[in-house]
């Protein structure tokens, strides 16, 4: 399995980017996906995640509202749009992956089997 993470960058504050998780070696769409984030210093964090028909969604309260995550099944692609970005989500950003055929998804880490790389967003003016 493999979950390559892309689109992270230097953006100034009010900024948007748009991450992407394309995943290889499983099936797609009988997996939960999630975002998640560490800062330095500080533990990793659930940011969002995704139920594998995309119908249900978490999002922690520092996100809820200018982030939205997405997922396109026939791609393979997992994709977080960061809007209104402020220097607390500076961070490394992770997606994660585990199989689940139930309609939700979940927002603790420990529920996660496979993980990307990360990718570096900074956000400074």
């Known amino acids: 399995v493999q979950l390559v993470e892309s689109g992270g960058g230097l953006v100034q504050p009010g900024g948007s980017l748009r991450l992407s998780c394309t995943a290889s070696?499983?099936?797609?769409?009988?997996?939960?996906m999630g975002w998640f984030r560490q800062a330095p210093g500080k533990e990793r964090e659930g940011v969002s995640c995704?139920?594998?028909?995309?119908?249900?969604?978490w999002y922690a309260d520092s996100v809820e509202g200018r982030f939205t995550i997405s997922r396109d099944n026939a791609k393979n692609t997992l994709y977080l749009q960061m809007n209104s970005l402020e220097v607390d989500d500076t961070a490394v950003y992770y997606c994660?992956?585990?199989?689940?055929?139930?309609?939700?998804?979940?927002?603790?880490?420990?529920?996660?089997?496979?993980w990307g790389q990360g990718t570096q967003v900074t956000v400074s003016p």
């Open positions: 995704l139920s594998r028909r995309g119908d249900k969604t």
């Open positions: 070696g499983l099936t797609f769409e009988t997996h939960t």
């Open positions: 994660a992956a585990t199989p689940n055929l139930g309609t939700w998804c979940y927002s603790s880490q420990y529920e996660y089997d496979h």
